[in-house]
């Protein structure tokens, strides 16, 4: 296929400005993507991507923003997402919006059935949807229900979906962000696969070595504003000059400077033993041990599935399995952590790592979900005392840098990064002694990642212990002080960073050999 640099401008955004209560997102934002290339938008959390993807599929009608979206030529008005559909836009967000009940072929086509004289033609629909699944690669039966598919297949049915409406522009909200890594290269293959059959893809993703493997040209945008677009095909594009871009400055490292001060241990977990929930014969954690001292930051380390997240629910109050034998000894003690507020009422927060289902309420207002996990702490005379809840969450906000105007703002409205923040804030406010957190910075720019980090950092400094959960190895190296490595459900090592490395941390995350070290 020809140069897509060379191909007519499929779209146009001009001057695009978008206000929200209190808040300008959208500041005279420019686009222009051409097309069959795949256009990628990079930006910090909160700098008015999504918000902008929105104005285009008419998520945020015409009407609600001031400038033109020029698209195929012709300047549009979307009322709706259905009029951008219509008119072959597609997106598709972060958050899937599938029927878990509804089949394959139900979720494909939910809108747009096949009929004749008026009847569904559910025959025609299977049809249909074996041949858009065997274009995305998916040889599922289609009348499996979405809830039996993994996310990585419903990105995959989201894309078929799109493809039945006949798009021609195609967008994706971090596309990869819950997927692992074979999922994920699958996902950007067929993204290259679509580009290769004349369809144009805009993707957003924090994901820098995603963008730079398959991206054409890159837009910038800070602060709700046009900063650059990069032309990838011109050489001399890489994570480093991204960044620079999207933060304004050169990160001279990904991770804070750190000089640990690590003392005694405070927290021990003695041949833990966890039954799956639904599984009798399955263990998800297998006479498992470890250690964490006062200003240590643990890290797990393990493949997709390996029980790290599963390990760490079970310690959080039982919250995940059925207890099977194991003790848990805390400065000194045997403690009996039955539920999740008998482990609160020990020092112990977990910070999950699905922020929008189990971290948070996203009914809830910025205020009351930093205080929501130790209201007793606000509490006068059985009543909450709202200006000490104010005063709190005022001051969880100016410390980690919430972007918001007000704290009584709802958290639905902030972006990733600010509602990550804003879990931290929650359980910090508990005042724990150990702080688990599980894939704290995923779907997070590098900006925030950084703020981020040095709040792990600060709270260690504090004499906290931290146990870190990620999939990013590098991360780990970054940010750990020392790192347990998780096989099937079972610890099968543990190193000090120093003598860490992606290979021999790999190797120990993929074999059950015994622990070597205490």
Not at 37 to 47: D, F, L
Not at 105 to 131: C, H, M, Q, Y
Not at 347 to 371: Q, T, W
Not at 438 to 455: F, L
Request: glycine share 8%.
């Amino acid at each position: 296929m020809s140069d897509p640099s060379d191909a007519p401008t499929i779209l146009e955004m001009r001057s695009i400005t978008k206000e929200f209560p209190g808040v300008r997102a959208l500041s005279e934002v420019t686009l222009t993507v051409h097309v069959g290339e795949v256009h990628a938008i990079c930006g910090e959390n909160g700098a008015g991507k999504s918000t902008l993807m929105k104005v285009l599929s008419g998520v945020y009608p015409f009407g609600t923003y001031t400038g033109d979206i020029v698209y195929q030529g012709e300047v549009m008005q979307f009322k709706d997402i259905r009029e951008s559909e219509r008119a072959g836009i597609a997106i598709i967000h972060q958050e899937l919006a599938l029927i878990p009940e509804l089949s394959i072929t139900e979720n494909i086509f939910l809108g747009n059935e096949p009929a004749r004289a008026g009847v569904i033609d559910w025959t025609e629909a299977s049809r249909r949807a074996v041949d858009l699944l065997a274009r995305v690669g998916l040889t599922d039966d289609p009348q499996t229900q979405i809830k039996h598919l993994g996310v990585g297949k419903q990105q995959l049915v989201e894309i078929a979906k799109a493809l039945a409406k006949d798009v021609k522009l195609l967008i994706l909200d971090e596309p990869t962000a819950a997927l692992n890594e074979d999922d994920s290269q699958h996902l950007l293959d067929l993204i290259l696969g679509l580009k290769g059959k004349g369809i144009t893809s805009i993707i957003i993703s924090h994901k820098l070595n995603e963008i730079e493997q398959i991206a054409d040209s890159i837009t910038i945008i800070r602060d709700g504003r046009t900063i650059e677009t990069l032309d990838v095909r011109a050489g001399d594009v890489n994570e480093d000059r991204i960044i620079r871009g999207m933060v304004g400055r050169s990160l001279e490292s990904r991770y804070p400077d750190h000089t640990p001060t690590i003392g005694e241990v405070f927290f021990e977990v003695r041949d833990w033993t966890i039954q799956h929930p639904q599984i009798a014969e399955r263990l998800v954690a297998k006479r498992s041990n470890l250690v964490v001292r006062r200003g240590e930051i643990v890290g797990l380390a393990g493949l997709m599935g390996a029980g790290r997240t599963e390990l760490a629910m079970s310690i959080f109050g039982r919250s995940y399995g059925k207890y099977v034998s194991g003790t848990i000894i805390k400065d000194g003690e045997e403690v009996v952590l039955k539920d999740v507020q008998t482990a609160i009422a020990h020092g112990l927060a977990y910070v999950s790592e699905d922020r929008k289902v189990l971290g948070l309420n996203l009914l809830d207002s910025i205020k009351r979900s930093i205080v929501s996990a130790k209201l007793r702490k606000i509490v006068r005379r059985g009543v909450i005392d709202r200006d000490e809840e104010r005063t709190v969450a005022e001051s969880y906000r100016q410390r980690l840098r919430i972007k918001t105007p007000d704290v009584e703002v709802g958290v639905s409205k902030l972006s990733g990064g600010n509602q990550q923040k804003v879990v931290l804030a929650k359980w910090m406010f508990t005042d724990p002694d150990l702080l688990i957190l599980d894939e704290p910075t995923r779907g997070i720019d590098v900006g925030a990642k950084y703020e981020i980090y040095g709040i792990i950092q600060a709270l260690a400094a504090q004499g906290k212990g931290v146990i870190l959960i990620s999939s990013e190895l590098p991360e780990l190296l970054g940010i750990a002080d020392r790192i347990y490595t998780v096989f099937e459900g079972q610890i099968t090592d543990d190193f000090p960073v120093s003598e860490a490395t992606p290979e021999n941390l790999m190797r120990s995350m993929t074999s059950a050999r015994p622990k070597a070290r205490a």
